[in-house]
């Protein structure tokens, strides 16, 4: 599958660099400490800052590749987390419920260890709950936990430590969080089969396909289809997803054309964005009205909501259908992320997906999200500081996430 190879694993050679020390950075909002940087309810960052000292410890990005290595991170309205690179997990923020794993219910500021164990892989959280995978393909989660108004931590109480979600052992990883009406998942296994767990309302009944509509919500993982996925986004009732040929699909609501499809047409099962077959990645903002994407040639396209310029096409237009977004070009082919008003994306400096500049492509400043030093809305893409050897980024912005997290090279 050539075509999907440089999104997913660098290529190989003299400029990929093998293993390496990286840093862990934040900015936007500081609400209930979820910058990780000491301070809780400080207000917010507008410049990246540094978390600890090369916080990530050792990563081979060239080996794991850019998607897997975003899967690292995520950040949610009231918590952060990320899986170091000697696999363990440290998390930080608010932590009424016990969402932070950590055994307590107390706020943290700075991040903290949950537990010993250095098998984690993947992480991600929506409202108050958490899940993870493990390199041995097992699937935990810990948080929020309801019969019937469940979120992602697999539980039916509220649990303040990791609790293993079933018997399966391949999973890869966990994707995405649908929010604000819904509070539901999407996780993919080593097979590509693509599953969804949580709960579903407004018009969840398009973007579920039925599979978690007819109850409401699901507390244990089911399955979509039986495609075979190897990245995908949710967000507000929609859902994006690039399958094992580099196909792009899409479903769910679609009052701002976020599909790409052309219309205004809300989706009950996936459809195909136009005919191409070099997609690599995919990210919905916390809002389900605007899609990004990025293919195999280094190009990021986009559609759907753009009256706030987020789209850094230098224009207020909404779009149906998928268009290119500009600024510097070469993009990296995954690891972009949006946020709460805005979006950003990495530059493929090397042109194998080890690193490059860090740009916000368009957007509102709110709470300093933007990371360019100012709250004024733009857009056009603008770089953020002169280094070239950022990595990842927060891949999806949840419910008001307006804090982004990001991988630098030491």
């Known amino acids: 599958m050539p075509n999907l190879r440089r999104g997913m694993m660098a290529a190989a050679g003299a400029d990929a660099g093998g293993p390496a020390t990286y840093q862990l950075w934040s900015w936007g909002s500081d609400g209930q400490g979820r910058l990780g940087l000491g301070g809780i309810g400080s207000g917010s960052i507008s410049s990246p800052q540094q978390i600890g000292t090369d916080f990530m410890g050792t990563l081979d990005v060239a080996d794991e590749g850019i998607i897997t290595t975003g899967n690292r991170l995520f950040t949610d309205f009231d918590a952060s987390a990320a899986v170091k690179g000697d696999g363990t997990l440290w998390t930080w ?118 599979v978690i509509s007819a109850a409401g919500y699901s507390v244990l993982p089911v399955a979509v289809d039986d495609k075979n996925y190897v990245m995908a986004s949710c967000s507000r009732d929609c859902v994006w ?3 094992n040929t580099g196909k792009l699909w899409s479903w769910g609501k679609n009052n701002y054309g976020q599909l790409g499809l052309g219309d205004k047409v809300f989706r009950s099962s996936p459809s195909q964005v136009g005919s ?73 400096a090397k042109g194998n997906n080890t690193g490059g500049a860090l740009w916000c492509l368009g957007g509102s400043g709110t709470s300093g999200v933007r990371g360019d030093g100012t709250t004024t809305t733009v857009s056009s893409p603008v770089q953020i500081g002169s280094d070239t050897t950022w990595v990842a980024l927060t891949k999806q912005g949840t419910y008001s996430s307006d804090t982004k997290l990001a991988i630098k090279k030491a």
């Open 276 to 348: 191409a077959t070099d997609w690599t990645w995919v990210s919905g903002d916390y809002t389900g009205e605007i899609f990004l994407g990025a293919k195999d040639n280094g190009e990021i396209w986009t559609s759907g909501r753009n009256d706030t310029g987020l789209m850094g096409l230098e224009s207020i237009t909404s779009y149906c259908s998928p268009v290119q977004v500009g600024g510097p070009g070469d993009w990296q082919s995954g690891g972009h992320g949006l946020a709460q008003g805005t979006a950003h994306a990495i530059t493929d």
């Open 93 to 210: 923020g608010y932590n009424n419920l016990g969402q932070l794993g950590i055994g307590d219910t107390t706020v943290r500021s700075s991040p903290v260890q949950v537990g010993s164990l250095t098998d984690w892989r993947s992480i991600c959280m929506v409202q108050q709950a958490m899940c993870a995978t493990k390199t041995d393909g097992t699937l935990w989660g810990w948080g929020y936990g309801s019969t019937t108004t469940p979120r992602c931590s697999g539980q039916t109480s509220n649990v303040s430590s990791p609790v293993q979600i079933g018997s399966d052992t391949d999973w890869g990883g966990v994707l995405a969080t649908n929010v604000s009406l819904d509070t539901s998942i999407l996780g993919i296994k080593t097979t590509g089969q693509l599953y969804m767990w949580g709960s579903v309302g407004g018009d969840g009944a398009y973007w579920s396909q039925g």
């Open 241 to 243: 997803a690039v399958d």
